[in-house]
């Protein structure tokens, strides 16, 4: 269950709740992971251009999207909250775990992880327009970033549909949560990243992570983020499109 506006005065709030923002692929990591779960859950979208009261109490070190609340306690950044559901809602009942329970396999994602956060993010930023740089190169420097992205799909893969294997895993939300701002800038920067030549792999696994159940309406419509920036560019800077 997700929600655009907090509950009535007469409603309790949910035991889960996201404050969160359709355009944020951090955003999209959390909702993933829930969906994957099986958890209930409410999205409380935030205003563009502004930061709610709710927001401020509950991450007033970052003041930044997403924000976890559990049962009222909050928890922020992406990657640290797609962590603690895995904990929370373990698996059972056909859930798949988010990350691998082998502890070396686990740190390996962990590494991966930081990496597309490290070049993935940055350079979608450039390539959008709301950061200066020279795009050609930041094209180039993402292409060289997802061709190894490619080659630790093989091996993280096995040979399987996902870096996590049978299923979506913690590093198909990681990456995958950046799917509709990669398209939104190809379109805005007049680029190719994600080529089918040149990353067949990554490219066949783009198309099966987003048509997944529990990605398919949660991945923003390109052309919508690309709209979007046209509307909101002189802003983008100070509202949190790319928050972690």
């Given at each position: 269950?997700?929600?655009?506006?907090?509950?009535?005065?007469?409603?309790?709030?949910?035991?889960?709740?996201?404050?969160?923002?359709?355009?944020s692929p951090f955003v999209m990591r959390v909702v993933v992971a829930l969906k994957l779960k099986g958890v209930e859950y409410e999205l409380l979208q935030?205003?563009?251009?502004?930061?709610?009261?709710?927001?401020?109490?509950?991450?007033?070190?970052?003041?930044?999207?997403?924000?976890?609340?559990?049962?009222?306690?909050?928890?922020?950044?992406?990657?640290?909250?797609?962590?603690?559901?895995?904990?929370?809602?373990?698996?059972?009942?056909?859930?798949?775990?988010?990350?691998?329970?082998?502890?070396?396999?686990?740190?390996?994602?962990?590494?991966?992880?930081?990496?597309?956060?490290?070049?993935?993010?940055?350079?979608?930023?450039?390539?959008?327009?709301?950061?200066?740089?020279?795009?050609?190169q930041t094209a180039g420097e993402m292409s060289t970033a997802l061709q190894r992205l490619e080659e630790a799909f093989v091996k993280c893969s096995q040979?399987?549909?996902?870096?996590?294997g049978d299923s979506i895993g913690y590093l198909d939300i990681a990456l995958g949560s950046f799917l509709g701002w990669i398209k939104a800038v190809e379109?805005?920067?007049?680029?190719?990243?994600?080529?089918?030549?040149?990353?067949?792999?990554?490219?066949?696994?783009?198309?099966?992570?987003?048509?997944?159940?529990?990605?398919?309406?949660?991945?923003?419509?390109?052309?919508?983020?690309?709209?979007?920036?046209?509307?909101?560019?002189?802003?983008?800077?100070?509202?949190?499109?790319?928050?972690?």
């Amino acid at each position: 269950m997700s929600s655009s506006s907090t509950s009535g005065p007469a409603e309790p709030a949910a035991a889960v709740r996201v404050l969160g923002s359709w355009t944020s692929p951090f955003v999209m990591r959390v909702v993933v992971a829930l969906k994957l779960k099986g958890v209930e859950y409410e999205l409380l979208q935030e205003t563009r251009g502004k930061k709610s009261e709710l927001l401020l109490r509950s991450n007033p070190v970052h003041k930044k999207i997403p924000v976890l609340l559990h049962h009222g306690k909050p928890l922020a950044e992406s990657l640290v909250i797609v962590e603690y559901i895995d904990e929370v809602w373990p698996a059972s009942d056909g859930a798949p775990a988010i990350l691998p329970r082998d502890p070396y396999c686990r740190a390996v994602e962990r590494f991966w992880a930081q990496y597309i956060d490290d070049k993935i993010l940055p350079g979608l930023r450039v390539l959008r327009g709301s950061v200066a740089g020279d795009k050609d190169q930041t094209a180039g420097e993402m292409s060289t970033a997802l061709q190894r992205l490619e080659e630790a799909f093989v091996k993280c893969s096995q040979g399987k549909e996902y870096f996590g294997g049978d299923s979506i895993g913690y590093l198909d939300i990681a990456l995958g949560s950046f799917l509709g701002w990669i398209k939104a800038v190809e379109k805005i920067a007049s680029v190719e990243l994600l080529n089918e030549t040149k990353l067949p792999i990554l490219a066949v696994w783009a198309d099966r992570f987003c048509a997944h159940p529990a990605v398919v309406d949660v991945v923003p419509d390109a052309d919508k983020l690309v709209e979007f920036t046209v509307q909101y560019g002189a802003v983008l800077n100070t509202v949190n499109v790319l928050p972690k």
